[in-house]
T-cell receptor, first 115, second 115 residues
Framework: GAVVSQHPSRVICKSGTSVKIECRSL??????MFWYRQFPKKSLMLMAT?????????EQGVEKDKFLINHASLTLSTLTVTSAHPEDSSFYIC???????????FGPGTRLLVL | KNQVEQSPQSLIILEGKNCTLQ??????????LRWYKQDTGRGPVSLTI?????NTKSNGRYTATLDADTKQSSLHITASQLSDSASYIC??????????????FGKGTKLSVIP
C-alpha cells in the first residue's frame, strides 16, 4: 500500500511554544490530506481537511488560528500547533488521499507532549 | 446521521484461539468498508477493504465479511498471536458528492491476546 510518513514521531515542548508536524506522502500525490487527533483510549477525531493549494476546512470546535494547516504541495502538509498548552498533548495522525478518492492512507502518528 | 458501532469494546483471548469482531453501520450512500489495525502509539494500518459487491476478503489470518443488506461486517482472526494485540477499527466511507468521500470511524475493539 501507499506510504505516508510523519515527522517528528514524538515531540516534547514547553507551554507557549509552537510545534510543527510534517506529513508526507512518499509514493503518490495526495490531493487531500486529513489531520486527526486521538486522546488515550479514544477514537480518532477529524480536525481538518486540506486540499492542495487551498485553505483547510476545519471541523466544528477546532480553532483554525491555533492549528495552522498548510498543504502547499501534493506530497506535503504541515500542522502547526501554536502557543501549545498541556491540554494540546495528544496523538496527532495525518492521512492522505490520492486523486482517485477512495483509498486513504494513514501516517504513523506524532506524539505531542506539552509541559 | 452516519454511525459506525463496534462490538465488543474490548476482548481478551488466549494465544492460538480465534475471535470475531463486529461492526454495524448506518452510513449512506455506502462506498466501502475498511478494517484497520492500530497498535498502541502508532497510526492505523489497513487490513482489508470491501466494496458493496464483496462479501468476504482475506488477508492472511484476517478474514472480513460484509453483508450490505443488513449493514454488518465482521473481522475474524484465526490462530491469534501475541502481536495481534491492538485496537481494530472499522471505517465506513460514504460518497459525499462531487467526487468527495466522508469517513466514519468506529470506536474500535481493543483486543488483548495473552499467552
Amino acid at each position: 500500500g501507499a506510504v505516508v510518513s510523519q515527522h517528528p514521531s514524538r515531540v516534547i515542548c514547553k507551554s507557549g511554544t509552537s510545534v510543527k508536524i510534517e506529513c508526507r506522502s512518499l509514493d503518490f500525490q495526495a490531493t487531500t490530506m486529513f489531520w486527526y487527533r486521538q486522546f488515550p483510549k479514544k477514537s480518532l477525531m477529524l480536525m481538518a481537511t486540506s486540499n492542495e493549494g487551498s485553505k483547510a476546512t476545519y471541523e466544528q470546535g477546532v480553532e483554525k488560528d491555533k492549528f495552522l494547516i498548510n498543504h502547499a504541495s501534493l506530497t506535503l502538509s504541515t500542522l502547526t500547533v501554536t502557543s501549545a498548552h498541556p491540554e494540546d498533548s495528544s496523538f496527532y495522525i495525518c492521512s492522505a488521499r490520492g486523486a482517485s478518492g477512495m483509498s486513504q492512507y494513514f501516517g504513523p502518528g506524532t506524539r505531542l507532549l506539552v509541559l | 446521521k452516519n454511525q459506525v458501532e463496534q462490538s465488543p469494546q474490548s476482548l481478551i483471548i488466549l494465544e492460538g484461539k480465534n475471535c470475531t469482531l463486529q461492526c454495524n453501520y448506518t452510513v449512506s450512500p455506502f462506498s466501502n468498508l475498511r478494517w484497520y489495525k492500530q497498535d498502541t502509539g502508532r497510526g492505523p494500518v489497513s487490513l482489508t477493504i470491501m466494496t458493496f459487491s464483496e462479501n468476504t476478503k482475506s488477508n492472511g489470518r484476517y478474514t472480513a465479511t460484509l453483508d450490505a443488506d443488513t449493514k454488518q461486517s465482521s473481522l475474524h482472526i484465526t490462530a491469534s498471536q501475541l502481536s495481534d494485540s491492538a485496537s481494530y477499527i472499522c471505517v465506513v466511507t460514504a460518497h459525499a458528492g462531487a467526487g468527495s468521500y466522508q469517513l466514519t470511524f468506529g470506536k474500535g475493539t481493543k483486543l488483548s491476546v495473552i499467552p
